[in-house]
T-cell receptor
Framework: QQQVKQSPQSLIVQKGGISIINCAYE??????FPWYQQFPGKGPALLIAIRPDVSEKKEGRFTISFNKSAKQFSLHIMDSQPGDSATYFCAAETGANNLFFGTGTRLTVIP | GAVVSQHPSRVICKSGTSVKIECRSL??????MFWYRQFPKQSLMLMAT?????????EQGVEKDKFLINHASLTLSTLTVTSAHPEDSSFYIC??????????????FGPGTRLTVL
């Protein structure tokens, strides 16, 4: 059973646009929600993360919005650039460092 | 900081041979490391959790006798794929948890190892 559901599977955005990736979970024991960026042939790199006591976290062009009651969180990439083209994974973790990944979103930013 | 390396980055081997993949935390100590495998266009699947000085904990369905894990020090874990077969061809990625109090829950990932078994 997929612990973290992610959508869309793929996303095409024009340069300068906003990319939005959504994730949902059921397990209320999750207490840490990181997002990873992965380029082809490379390992995932931590992009930004949030804890459930915060509703939003922003780092540069990347923002996580977190809705605890709905058990949903999303990644917004503002002013999307071709260099942002990659696969993005949301994840959720319990205190025991059990990290559950979403299925991934392949983002393509068109120049 | 928090750099994790893997070696080799790519390996091609013949069916029936064994392959060892190393995972190192370069600038921090990691009591816990994780091994994942990833098939093309799919998410990461946790194979096992490696704890320094003790036996690894394997996920359901992962053969511990086929995927040998050794975590001999706080900076090194190795994964040995024994008697490799073509179906073992995959992208293997390790991660390590930074022990400092700054971000204890963050897994830092290595660059991955592409294994191709002929």
């Amino acid at each position: 059973q997929q612990q973290v559901k992610q959508s869309p599977q793929s996303l095409i955005v024009q340069k300068g646009g906003i990319s939005i990736i959504n994730c949902a979970y059921e397990n209320t024991a999750f207490d840490y929600f990181p997002w990873y960026q992965q380029f082809p042939g490379k390992g995932p790199a931590l992009l930004i993360a949030i804890r459930p006591d915060v509703s939003e976290k922003k780092e540069g062009r990347f923002t996580i919005s977190f809705n605890k009651s709905a058990k949903q969180f999303s990644l917004h990439i503002m002013d999307s650039q071709p260099g942002d083209s990659a696969t993005y994974f949301c994840a959720a973790e319990t205190g025991a460092n059990n990290l559950f990944f979403g299925t991934g979103t392949r983002l393509t930013v068109i120049p | 900081g928090a750099v994790v390396s893997q070696h080799p980055s790519r390996v091609i081997c013949k069916s029936g041979t064994s392959v060892k993949i190393e995972c190192r935390s370069l600038d921090f100590q990691a009591t816990t490391m994780f091994w994942y495998r990833q098939f093309p266009k799919q998410s990461l699947m946790l194979m096992a959790t490696s704890n320094e000085g003790s036996k690894a904990t394997y996920e359901q369905g992962v053969e511990k006798d086929k995927f040998l894990i050794n975590h001999a020090s706080l900076t090194l874990s190795t994964l040995t794929v024994t008697s490799a077969h073509p179906e073992d061809s995959s992208f293997y990625i390790c991660s390590a948890i930074l022990m400092s109090g700054l971000a204890p829950d963050t897994q830092y990932f290595g660059p991955g190892t592409r294994l191709t078994v002929l």
